[in-house]
Nanobody, 125 residues
Framework: VQLQASGGGLVQPGGSLRLSCAAS????????IGWFRQAPGKQREGVSC?????????YLVDSVKGRFTVSRDNDKNTVYLQMNNLKPEDTAVYYC??????????????????WGQGTLVTVSS
């Protein structure tokens, strides 16, 4: 089970980025995929999650509702985090992860077992 997050970069406030979480070694459609972020000097926080395709439910933390959306493209074995109207406080390393349980809905943060490497998002003018 491998996950790889990509798509980070430097963007001005108000700008947009789309992060991708690509899976290898397993069919991502059957698994819940979460997005987390960790800002310098802060604890990691859950940002978003999309349940397995059987369920399809999504979760967004309150601070990003209305700005971020999470989606999956099963044909590309990829989950996306579309981030619009970015703010400096969104600056962080973003990670995707899964609990590795087929058919799962979004699990509690402590249940994620497999993590991709992070991708850095910097929001600054």
């Amino acid at each position: 089970v491998q996950l790889q997050a990509s798509g980070g970069g430097l963007v001005q406030p108000g700008g947009s980025l789309r992060l991708s979480c690509a899976a290898s070694g397993f069919n991502l459609r059957y698994y819940a995929i979460g997005w987390f972020r960790q800002a310098p000097g802060k604890q990691r926080e859950g940002v978003s999650c999309v349940s397995s395709s059987d369920d399809g439910s999504t979760y967004l933390v309150d601070s990003v509702k209305g700005r971020f959306t999470v989606s999956r493209d099963n044909d590309k074995n990829t989950v996306y985090l579309q981030m619009n109207n970015l703010k400096p406080e969104d600056t962080a390393v973003y990670y995707c992860a899964t609990d590795g349980v087929a058919g799962s809905t979004c699990p509690p943060p402590g249940r994620y077992r497999y993590w991709g490497q992070g991708t850095l998002v910097t929001v600054s003018s």
